[in-house]
């Protein structure tokens, strides 16, 4: 597929990039991109909840009642689960809800994401550019430039660019990435991928890299 490269004026330039057909045209695999995520989202859980149980409660350990002639169940004492204020039973407790994920896994949901947006037409490519100081406004011109400014725009790049980071995080419906750190959830997440032209070269040969370690 061949993408016209843009300015961040939004006018097009003469020159065109061509997708990677081995990472932007393969054959989707869902349950890779369902895997993905659901390690993403999990290992966004911080898994801090706790309950206290029966040993835990403070309380008196004397039997409440006695244990036969009142017409009802038993109860031991007032830490007791079925009694209010009592420990609670199969509580949560901290853990982590991550789980292992291959990385040929991985690398696949990414791919099988990045053709989804490469077949929706939801790739935008614009020259390498840097804003001399941090303003939000010229984040949001570029993106009214580029007809982007009510979608929800993932910006990739090739390396960590302090001032458009801080140009962008007032922006709610736009997020700033390198392209090493690109994950499936982002891709999915947003209606738009707007790649600098380093960003996206940067991309391609990341996936050339770890073909290559793989096999």
């Known amino acids: 597929m061949e993408l016209t490269v843009y300015t961040i004026g939004g006018e097009k330039t003469s020159r065109t990039i061509v997708l990677d057909d081995q990472i932007f045209n393969i054959t989707p695999n869902d349950h890779a991109i369902w895997l993905d995520t659901k390690l993403i989202l999990a290992n966004k859980r911080q ?3 706790d309950s206290l149980e029966r040993n835990e409660v403070a309380g008196s350990s004397r039997k409440v009642k006695r244990q036969k002639g009142t017409g ?20 949560p407790h901290p853990r982590d809800y991550g789980f292992k994920l291959n990385k040929k896994v991985k690398r ?5 994401a990045l053709t989804y947006k490469a077949k929706g ?3 935008v490519v614009v020259e390498d550019f840097r804003f001399e100081n941090p303003k939000t406004k010229q ?8 007809a982007l400014q009510d979608r929800k725009v993932l910006v990739v790049t ?8 801080l140009s962008t995080r007032n922006l709610q419906r736009a997020k700033v990435t390198r392209a090493s750190d690109i994950n499936t959830y982002d891709i999915l997440n947003a209606g738009k991928l707007l790649f600098t032209e380093g960003g996206l070269r940067e991309l391609e040969g990341m996936f050339a890299g770890q073909e290559s370690k793989v096999s």
């Open 47 to 49: 898994g801090t909840h």
């Open 72 to 91: 009802t169940a038993r109860v031991g004492n007032i830490k007791s689960p079925t009694i209010r204020g009592g420990g609670r039973a199969f509580g």
């Open 121 to 123: 037409d939801e790739i």
């Open 108 to 112: 696949l949901a990414r791919m099988s």
């Open 158 to 165: 090739k390396e960590v660019d302090p001032v458009l980071v």
């Open 139 to 146: 984040m949001v011109g570029m993106l009214k430039a580029l």
